[in-house]
């Protein structure tokens, strides 16, 4: 079988390791497809983004249409003449003009075990939900989103310290070694898709910004997944004395007592020993709007604190 003529479509880090092993397969790279530069930062200045930052260092020609369904764009894409398209979070749709393209089509890096956790956040929710164990799976791209028949799928656990950067990290590296595996089964003996069990399909949504704040009504254990499953994006956040403050690090501690949900009931150099709808908290770094994040022992050095004084998750 002669060498594929691969095109990337990707955009954040989590395609970057992908993109770097399939160079050091020496795999024959046409082309990457990413998204436009955007603004960002306080300043809005236009950067680029890490795939496009990788690719070119690389030498490899990077396209950036701002519709990749359009005719301009498929036109493009069909004069490069390509074998494959690999995609990693990239962040458009594909139509079935697009798909058609290649004769081997799309292959798609998606960081949970399909069909659990369709959709753009399954790292976060995964997290969020207590799960045990995540992985990454290799499928075909289909029209209806991540539904595609699965080539090769490796499970990792969630550790009990992971947040949603830990575990990216972890499963982008997985995620680029599996690829490597799925291209070397279509040279060797050729794929053998299977189809998902549609019935088992859940679905992680995006997150936002306010999806963040912290309902102190909810039980110690649920929270403090909330701030690993959103550190570091979007942040957990809380409100003391209608000033903002972003809670990086947290443990479950037992309490039996009978204070209001959000209510600081002890203080010591190792946490802030918070109420909630079951047991208790103990925020162990935290970031007050406008500061750099901290220890609690160096923010309590700064900021006066009493047992009593009550978080809100409203201003």
């Given at each position: ?31 990457v ?66 798909l ?15 069909p659990?956790?369709?959709g ?50 972890r ?49 110690a ?6 701030i ?36 600081i009931v ?15 908290l ?22 006066v ?11």
């Amino acid at each position: 079988m002669k060498p594929l003529r691969i095109v990337f479509f990707g955009t954040p880090t989590f395609a970057v390791p992908t993109l770097r092993c399939l160079i050091e397969r020496r795999e024959n790279i046409i082309a990457v497809i990413t998204q436009p530069d955007r603004r960002a930062g306080r300043g809005r200045t236009i950067v680029a983004c890490p795939v496009k930052e990788y690719a070119v260092h690389h030498g490899i020609p990077v396209l950036q249409p701002e519709k990749v369904n359009s005719p301009e764009f498929l036109s493009n894409f069909k004069a490069l003449n390509p074998d494959l398209a690999v995609v990693v979070a990239y962040g458009q749709i594909f139509s079935q003009a697009l798909l058609d393209i290649p004769c081997y089509g799309f292959i798609n890096v998606h960081a949970s075990l399909l069909p659990a956790y369709r959709g753009p956040a399954p790292i976060n929710w995964a997290i969020i939900n207590g799960d045990t164990e995540t992985g990454v799976t290799i499928m075909k791209v289909s029209l209806q989103m991540d539904a595609g028949d699965i080539l090769l799928q490796e499970k990792t656990r969630i550790l009990t310290d992971d947040d949603a950067r830990s575990l990216h990290d972890r499963l982008a590296d997985i995620g680029a070694r599996l690829l490597g595996n799925a291209i070397d089964l279509l040279y060797h003996d050729g794929w053998k898709p299977q189809p998902q069990d549609h019935s088992k399909a859940t679905y992680a949504p995006m997150l936002k910004k306010e999806d963040g704040c912290i309902e102190w009504t909810q039980e110690a254990q649920r929270i403090e997944r909330q701030i690993r499953g959103m550190t570091p994006w979007p942040g957990c956040y809380t409100f003391l004395e209608k000033r903002l403050l972003k809670i990086h690090r947290a443990q479950v501690r037992p309490y039996r007592g009978n204070a209001l949900p959000g209510t600081i009931v002890g203080l010591s150099r190792n946490g802030i020993l918070t109420a909630t709808g079951r047991d208790a908290l103990l925020l162990t770094e935290v970031q007050l709007e406008g500061k750099k994040r901290m220890h609690v022992e160096e923010f309590l050095r700064g900021h006066v604190l009493q047992e009593g004084m009550r978080f809100m998750n409203t201003c």
